[in-house]
C-alpha cells in the first residue's frame, strides 16, 4: 500500500546524496491558481524514469461550433478524431520534452491526470481569442519505493490564445494551437519538478 512519504524522512534519507549533487532544490514552483499540497516542499534534485499520462473517458468533448461549448474537453488544433489519444499525445510530448532534460539524484514516477483541456474553437480563435483553460492532477511518485513523494494535487496551466489577426499571423509562422500548448506544458512541468519560476507568456 501506497503511503505518504515525511518530507524530513526524504531528507535525511537522501542527505548523502548532496555530496555529488549542486545541492537541494526546491521541487515545487507552483502555477498561477495552484495551492501547494504543503509547506515543506525541498527534496533532493530529481530525474523522471516514468511519465503516465490518463485522459479519462468520463471527460466531456464538445465538437461545437460556438464561442464558449460546454465541455471538458474542446479541440480544434487537429483535424478530427479521437480527442483523448490527442490530449494525451500533447501532454506526453510537451512534458517529456522537459522531463527528458531533467537530470537529477531521486528517481521519480509522475503520473498525471487530465482534468480539463478547453482550448479555441474555430469560431473564437478567428475572432476574439481567448484563453487555453487546462487543468491537470500532479503526483510524484519513488520510482524505486512506489512512496508518494508529493500527493495528488492540482495545476492550473491555463494559456492566453490568440485571436483574429494575431491567431493568422502566428499561423503563418508555424505557431499553430499546438505548437504554443506542447511548448507551455513544457515550461510548466519543468517548472513544477525543478523549482524554476515560469510565468505564461501574455
Not at 478530427?80 to 500533447?90: K, P
Not at 487546462?134 to 508518494?148: G, Q
Amino acid at each position: 500500500m501506497k503511503k505518504v512519504v515525511n518530507i524530513c524522512l526524504v531528507l535525511l534519507a537522501f542527505a548523502g546524496l548532496s555530496a555529488c549533487s549542486s545541492g537541494m532544490t526546491t521541487v515545487m514552483k507552483f502555477a498561477p491558481d495552484t495551492d501547494p499540497p504543503m509547506d515543506v516542499t525541498r527534496l533532493p534534485s530529481l530525474y523522471v524514469t516514468s511519465l503516465n499520462v490518463t485522459v479519462p473517458r468520463t471527460l466531456s468533448v464538445s465538437e461545437g461550433t460556438g464561442y464558449l461549448p460546454s465541455a471538458d474537453i474542446v479541440w480544434r488544433g487537429e483535424n478530427y478524431g479521437d480527442r483523448y489519444a490527442q490530449i494525451q499525445a500533447i501532454f506526453e510530448d510537451g512534458f517529456g520534452k522537459s522531463t527528458d532534460e531533467i537530470k537529477g539524484n531521486l528517481p521519480i514516477v509522475v503520473n498525471v491526470e487530465v482534468l480539463r483541456f478547453h482550448a479555441l474553437t474555430e469560431r473564437t480563435r478567428y475572432s476574439v481569442g481567448g484563453v487555453h483553460s487546462i487543468s491537470f492532477n500532479l503526483e510524484v511518485l519513488n520510482a524505486e519505493t512506489d512512496d508518494i513523494i508529493v500527493p495528488e494535487y492540482p495545476v492550473h496551466a491555463n494559456l492566453r490564445g490568440y485571436g483574429g489577426s494575431e491567431a493568422l499571423a502566428a499561423d503563418r509562422v508555424g505557431l499553430t494551437q499546438r505548437v504554443r500548448i506542447v511548448e507551455h506544458l513544457s515550461n510548466v512541468i519543468q517548472s513544477q519538478l525543478t523549482g524554476n519560476a515560469y510565468i505564461p507568456p501574455k
